[in-house]
């Protein structure tokens, strides 16, 4: 398991959980409702999230969700690059949520320095964008495509797989260029994946610190926790503090979330208990 993440220039220590928070910059982003698409708006929301505690900020210009549009590459810059350009100086490290490759190089060189895609990598020309820069990398599990992957997922062993492909993925990147100590990776919660799916990936995450790259977990606000407590995606916060914290327990290094003052919380009530140990 890492004990650092090499970001750019930045080596972040993951001795603690680091709170990775949500800035969408989308007019169709679920838990957001498009209040932060302009750019002047997303830059406010992103610093009120370091305020409450946040480590990173993960800026994302396409939405995921199941059914969306995909967006251009000259719409999704014009989304995000205001956003990153406006944060560069604040020092805190900056995420860009993208698959796409001219998205991840004009994103670095205003100041990102953590490429997240959700496809691992594997769209044409993304592997190469990555390794030329010095970003850290987040490579996702996801079963099909955000427009239908949640149809039907299917698996025989859905940790053994998820983790099978995640150390492809790892070794990919490895060959590439990239450092082990750039690497995070993730199972991809609720990408292609039902309830049972997304549990026996909690209940086992710890297996995927073995893979030797940083784990991070999103959960926050996702449907599995719609399913579990019957709510709506706007009173999830308690659930998602509850999912996070789980995470943390199982080895996340990285928690992906929208309510940061909350998971922040929760953290230091753990970490106090542990510490009197
Ligand atoms: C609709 C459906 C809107 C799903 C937004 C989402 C992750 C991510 C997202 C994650 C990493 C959300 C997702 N989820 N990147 N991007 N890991 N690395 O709930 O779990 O935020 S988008």
Not at 116 to 135: R, T, V
Not at 173 to 185: M, S
């Amino acid at each position: 398991m890492a004990t650092h993440l090499v970001c750019g220039k930045l080596r972040l220590s993951l001795e603690r959980p680091l709170l990775m928070g949500i800035v969408n910059v989308t007019p169709d982003s679920f838990s957001d409702g498009g209040r932060h698409f302009d750019p002047a708006q997303a830059v406010a929301h992103a610093r009120r999230l370091v305020e409450e505690g946040a480590d990173i900020l993960d800026i994302g210009g396409e939405s995921s969700r199941p059914g969306a549009q995909s967006v251009s590459i000259e719409e999704e810059l014009r989304r995000v690059l205001p956003v990153f350009e406006a944060l560069a100086g604040d020092g805190i490290p900056l995420s860009v949520d993208t698959l796409k490759p001219e998205v991840m190089r004009r994103a670095v060189a205003a100041g990102a320095s953590i490429i997240n895609d959700i496809a691992a990598l594997q769209a044409p020309g993304a592997l190469e964008a990555a390794a030329a820069s010095d970003a850290a990398v987040c490579l996702m599990h996801m079963q099909g495509e955000p427009g239908t992957m949640q149809a039907d997922p299917q698996y025989r062993d859905v940790v053994a797989e998820v983790r099978d492909f995640l150390a492809r993925r790892v070794a990919t990147a490895q060959a590439a260029g990239i450092a082990t100590e750039r690497i995070i990776v993730d199972p991809g919660f609720g990408f292609g994946k039902r309830l049972a799916h997304n549990l026996a990936l909690l209940r086992e995450l710890a297996q995927f610190a073995g893979l030797g790259a940083c784990v991070l977990a999103g959960l926050s606000r996702k449907s599995m926790l719609g399913e579990i407590t019957g709510r709506k995606v706007g009173l999830r916060e308690t659930a998602s503090v509850a999912a996070a914290l789980l995470a943390a327990r199982n080895g996340a290094r990285i928690l992906r979330v929208h309510d940061v003052a909350a998971t922040r919380d929760a953290l230091a009530v753990w970490s106090a208990v542990e510490g009197a140990e």
